[in-house]
């Protein structure tokens, strides 16, 4: 069984930071994308940023040059520094992860159980 297990979410004043962390666990033989998309009330959930196993990011445009996205393989962590958070910023942020178990012949898609960004002005 895989999870995904997220931290860092949290109450922010606009202009400030946060960092989410999402850790993959279980009986994981290999990882390619992961990435974070995000859901705000009365919305549909959206791509934030996304890295391939070889360290390829994409970023959604509106958050291009104040999010960071990064991994460390060795842990089967993903992170997401966020730098000048606006209150539109505000959500639940999901993190996901193409996995490979031990179990299973192909990749699937993994998801965590969402941490809360809230960003005030």
């Known amino acids: 069984q895989v999870q995904l297990v997220e931290s860092g979410g949290g109450l922010v004043q606009a202009g400030g930071s946060l960092r989410l962390s999402c850790a993959a666990s279980?009986?994981?033989?290999?990882?390619?994308?992961m990435g974070w998309y995000r859901q705000a009330p009365g919305k549909q959930r959206e791509l934030v940023a996304r890295i391939s196993g070889s360290d390829t990011t994409t970023y959604a445009d509106t958050v291009k040059g104040r999010f960071t996205i990064s991994r460390d393989n060795a842990k089967n962590t993903v992170y997401l520094q966020m730098n000048s958070l606006k209150p539109e910023d505000t959500a639940v942020y999901y993190c996901?992860?193409?996995?490979?178990?031990?179990?299973?012949?192909?990749?699937?898609?993994?998801w965590g159980q969402g941490t809360q960004v809230t960003v005030s002005s």
């Open positions: 279980g009986r994981i033989s290999s990882i390619n994308f």
């Open positions: 996901n992860a193409n996995i490979r178990s031990q179990d299973t012949w192909g990749f699937a898609d993994y």
